[in-house]
């Protein structure tokens, strides 16, 4: 059920689930997998994600300041 998986991870990426967190962002990014494109939104989340140190974040949010999307 992709609800059901989405408010998963919905719940573990406000956990502090650097993974989650992570995924949220690029489905904000790319506006899938249920969530509606945000990419201000989707910045937010790779910010929580990459002060972890997970990398995929970190360099997702160096390609949003690069490229202005979301920042």
């Known amino acids: 059920n992709p609800e059901e998986a989405r ?3 919905v719940f573990a ?6 993974e989650a967190q ?10 899938e997998a249920g969530f509606t494109a945000n ?3 989707a910045v ?8 972890q140190g997970y990398d995929s974040a970190q360099y997702s949010l160096g ?5 202005g999307t979301g920042v």
């Open 7 to 9: 408010r998963w991870l």
């Open 13 to 18: 990426a406000q956990k502090g689930m650097k």
């Open 22 to 31: 992570f995924r949220i962002g690029d489905h904000l990014l790319r506006g």
């Open 39 to 41: 990419p201000q939104e």
């Open 44 to 51: 937010s989340w790779f910010k929580k994600s990459a002060e």
């Open 63 to 67: 390609w949003c300041y690069e490229t």
